[in-house]
């Protein structure tokens, strides 16, 4: 019979073998259970042959177990170590491959317009403005000229809150709160979201973005209103752009117009065009010269000051600058769509 001596050398020999066969980091804990373990481990099962030898074997061999164990550990640490440096050899195998691209993310297309659109009013020497989404009946309407119960509140379909607060349906309160607080020369633009009861189909949804302009001073007209938006559409859409300015009606401003570009697909030509239906033209915003109700609402005085304000959809018009057939893509979160806007 073998002497507990003798084994020790053979398992040594062993663990040498099978440890030059080892790759990765699994096979290495294979290895570590099959000596070390804490059942069934060579070594265990050693150390459990040791209690029974006589007294006079146990000294020598037990001192001769414990280093092969210590030495055992030692090339085990080494060995786990080595496996998980190590790299999959595959990587390394063709230099030639292409790098793997990381995708860092990227603005939202929306933001991404409402940036273009903030910066050519910023060079224009307009600042940017905030308000809430959730608002009082008072600022939503009835500060913008709209009397209870008026007719002209059914063009926006409101998400009420109680009969006090509701989803703001524009962004025009916000230039009710601003001129409560701030007295003319006035030059800003409030970009944020905006909520109306509609159903989604490919032109609607319950929730969009606008940007509402604003201009209080001594001496405004009609034509500062007609430059600055003329000069903010070539801007955005290149200076052969055509636009036409439509008579049109809001509570708040007096007149009222609705601007038209021309359609950038078709530009007239195709009677059964996608876009514009054939007309050649396509509607982007409202405008008009604040009406002197609004201005007394908020102290201001219509004798003195006037003024001018528009409001414009960023999602439809960012469909149109980039012609894009369906809001809803916007809001899907499908990276295929989003990441088609990523500049870098
Ligand atoms: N608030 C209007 C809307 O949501 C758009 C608008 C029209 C805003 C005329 C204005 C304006 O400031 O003067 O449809």
Known sequence: MSTLQDKIKEYRQLFTDLASKVKEAK??????????????????????????????????????????????????????????????????????????KLYWGSPHPITLFQREIERIFISMGFSVEEGPEIETDYYNFEALNFPPHHPARDSWDTLYINDKLLLRTHTSPVQIRVMEKKKPPIRIIIPGKVFRRETPDPTHLPMFYQVEGLVVDKGITFAHLKGTLEYFIKALFGEKIKLRFRPSFFPFTEPSAEVDIECIVCHGQDPHCRVCGGSGWKEILGAGMVDPQVFKNVNIDPEKYSGWAFGLGIDRMAMFAFQIPEIRYFYENDLRFLRQFNRK
Do not use: S, V, W, Y
Not at 34 to 51: A, C, P, S, V
Not at 66 to 91: A, G, S, V, W
């Open 27 to 100: 096979e290495a804990e294979e290895l570590r259970q099959l000596f070390l373990g804490r059942k069934k481990g060579h070594l265990t099962l050693l150390f459990e042959e040791l209690k029974n030898l006589p007294l006079e074997e146990k000294k020598a061999a037990g001192k001769a177990l414990n280093e092969f164990k210590e030495e055992i550990q030692k090339l085990m640490t080494e060995l786990e170590q080595k496996c998980q440096t190590r790299k999959p050899e595959r990587l390394i195998d063709d230099l030639t491959q292409p790098g793997r």
